[in-house]
């Protein structure tokens, strides 16, 4: 599987018969080949997460779905590609060719996705991440935790190829809360449990954060699964 990273937490995952596109708001996107069915993804609403410019891609290419999260408008997608649109809520399930997609709710507005497909599982969080802050009140924080643990323990023990996790400096010293309880769901220590590989995201290009992150955990079993993203672009096979 080839993974491009474009922006924020926009990836361009391409399978043997399948390519996934992840919540692209901007940035380059690479060539995309004929004769493979696009499915793009849209986790909400938020400019950072979807831009209806990706519905340009239907123009060229006739095996293209759109899966966006239930709360992006139906007027914003085109009257031609209504018909090859889904609007999912959190909890629900979508097939189409070979692609299995679920929803797992979100701690922010939308949904996460869950896909199946080519033999591989990919995790794409969205927004779905333990947003703690340290100026909100305790029990604010404290549902927060709840939450997010609760709407992700679907993938508790879940064997994934990809998985794209929020990682986000402005959080401060909550930065790594979710990443780090999301490698608590699987015993990291063996190799074949968890992710395979997980992409930081929604980094706001600031990529030191993932630095900070393997420097402040140097005994995590995760360590070796996390992918060091450098720029926009960059390429990674695995
Ligand atoms: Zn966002």
């Not at 701690?107 to 599982?121: M, P």
């Not at 703690?132 to 064997?159: H, S």
Request: with cysteine; charged share 30%.
């Amino acid at each position: 599987m080839k993974i491009t990273y474009i922006a924020h937490s926009g990836f361009l995952a391409e399978l043997e018969d399948t390519l996934l596109l992840f919540d692209y708001y901007q940035g380059d996107l690479p060539e995309l080949p004929d004769g493979k069915m696009l499915c793009v993804f849209a986790s909400h609403r938020h400019p950072d997460h979807f831009n209806p410019e990706v519905f340009r891609l239907a123009e060229e290419r006739e095996n293209v779905y759109f899966i966006l999260s239930r709360d992006i408008w139906k007027s914003r997608v085109p009257e031609s590609l209504q018909d090859r649109t889904v609007h999912l809520k959190a909890g629900e399930e979508w097939k189409q060719g070979g692609v299995t997609v679920q929803t797992l709710r979100s701690t922010d507005e939308g949904v996460a996705f869950l896909v199946e497909t080519d033999g591989c599982t990919l995790y794409h969080a969205g927004d779905l991440n333990d947003w703690r802050w340290d100026g909100e009140p305790d029990d604010w924080n404290r549902t927060m935790a709840e939450k997010f643990r609760r709407y992700i323990e679907p993938l508790r023990g879940r064997r994934m190829d990809a998985a794209f996790v929020p990682l986000d400096p402005r959080q401060e010293k909550n930065y790594a809360l979710g990443l780090d309880y999301f490698l608590t769901l699987s015993d990291y220590r063996k190799p074949e449990n968890g992710a395979e590989k997980i992409y930081p995201m929604h980094c706001w290009d600031d990529y030191g954060i993932i630095e900070r992150w393997l420097l402040e955990h140097p005994d995590s079993p995760g360590r070796e699964r996390i992918v060091k993203i450098s720029k926009r672009g960059e390429i990674f096979i695995q």
